[in-house]
């Protein structure tokens, strides 16, 4: 079992700026430095989709949406991902969940809802 625990949305102007966090923990099994992490993001009506992903070996990709906009990193000490996200525009407007997986099941946390209005 793994359990992660997003942190960090809230309501922000465009333009403006927010980190998330995910905290994981796991039964014994689960090594969070070895594990690939991803943001996902689902907005009202819309398909979830995949924001960016990192390696065990830090390699991220990012959807061409955010792509020099956001930032996903990982602290391994604090088995933590986060995603930094700048110059934010309104149709980023979404739940954001992070994923894993472990055992060939994925996990995910319960999500974390960002706004981006005036």
């Known amino acids: 079992q793994v359990q992660l625990v997003e942190s960090g949305g809230g309501l922000v102007q465009p333009g403006g700026s927010l980190r998330l966090s995910c905290a994981a923990s796991?039964?014994?099994?689960?090594?969070?430095?070895?594990?690939?992490m991803a943001w996902y993001r689902q907005a009202p009506g819309k398909q979830r989709e995949l924001v960016a992903f990192?390696?065990?070996?830090?390699?991220?990709n990012y959807v061409d949406s955010v792509k020099g906009r956001f930032t996903i990193s990982r602290d391994n000490a604090k088995n933590t991902v986060y995603l930094q996200m700048n110059s934010l525009k309104p149709e980023d407007t979404a739940v954001y969940y992070c994923?894993?997986?472990?055992?060939?099941?994925?996990?995910w946390g319960q999500g974390t809802q960002v706004t981006v209005s005036s």
């Open positions: 994923k894993t997986m472990f055992g060939a099941r994925d996990y």
């Open positions: 796991g039964t014994s099994g689960f090594i969070f430095r070895l594990s690939v």
């Open positions: 990192i390696t065990s070996d830090r390699t991220t």
